[in-house]
């Protein structure tokens, strides 16, 4: 049966084209699940392109996402893919088009990350098309350096600090010791949007039909007497010694935060490297009340990843496809599993941790979203009495969770 692209899809990629052709860039911010690489793909056979390059992250080539909507529809030109660390590696001058997935991870600022750098270079003069779902998810200055990386960025300015001097209201803020640092994100969005919207292409999940809501549900777990026991040590003396003399130093306001926060999930990392499982009660507690039920959980840390392995043995994989194809459940640390990545199959998505990032917020909750589903449970897993929730209060409120709000809101540590 021959694939047939939504109306929609048709009708952006019939704008986004001519678009690309006049102007060379074109961004496609289309809520998840709305078909942008299909959108993107459809625009590039269009624009006449016969060899793209398209930019992604590790986790989604695996998943086999694009090779399958590349099949699927069978366009006359060929295209590579390249996850973000390795774009340093490649040659782009076979490409006439290159297509950077989530490219709101190459918003940083003031200064432009090593991977935005590494982009850059390949650009050049070639036409590009960014695809987000989320373009500037935490301040409109993000929108910067991801048309930097063009030579037809619409913006004249060579550096984001003389940028901000005509598009952002900059202001002081006090970090920590009282010391003052300039403060980029309160971008004039009205201006900005007089250069960009000529470049921009958005749909919603709305526009597209998609009724499903995204139902959160808090549970707290009692973690051991001796995880809040240590907490509330490292608190007071900033520093632990267990008896087979491993250490946790928390010598800095934000190395205390870290800790603390690995802590309330059950594990950490010591001074020397090593990360330790100090208490399996939320990776227990999961295993047990979703017993039967084939779920995709988020996790944080490292080394929460084995305590999660050490407790679901061999009903848990980090492979997606292994997931698709099998009753296992998956487990995906958050920023690599939060986008890109379809999680239809699972019954509910369990965040066994939580993440400082606004961004990691919104965009983790709603891999399962599908135009047939209804309802999206999401169920966070929170120790009682732990940090999680000021993070999730922080987080769900579009800021992202820093050392400011820790030491706003400290929680006290239980005590027995």
Known sequence: MEFKA????EEISDKGFIILNTLKILVLSMQVRTGKTITAFLTAEKAGCKSVLFITKKKVIESKTI????KLLNPSFEVDQINYESVHKIDSKKYDLIIIDESHSLGAFPKPSQRTKNIKKIIGNKRMILLSGTLTPESYSQIYHQLWISEYSPFPESNFYKWANVFVNVKKRYVAHGNQVNDYSDANIKLIQTYTRKYILTYTQAEAGFTSKVSEHILTVPMKRTTYDLIKILERDLVFTGKNGGVILADT???LMQ????LYSGTVK????TAVIIDRSKAEFIRDRFNGKKI???YKFTEELELLKK???HDMTTDINEFNNSNKNIALQIVAGREGISLKNAECLVMFNIDFSATSYFQSKDRMT???RLVNNVYWIFSENGIEQQIYQTVMNKKNYTLKHYERSKVPVKTY
């Open 6 to 9: 939504r109306e929609y899809q």
């Open 67 to 70: 090779d399958n909507d590349h």
């Open 253 to 255: 306001p934000v190395k």
């Open 259 to 262: 800790k603390v926060h690995q």
């Open 270 to 273: 010591l001074e020397d490297g």
């Open 296 to 298: 995709a959980i988020f």
């Open 311 to 313: 407790v679901f043995g």
């Open 370 to 372: 599908t135009k047939e």
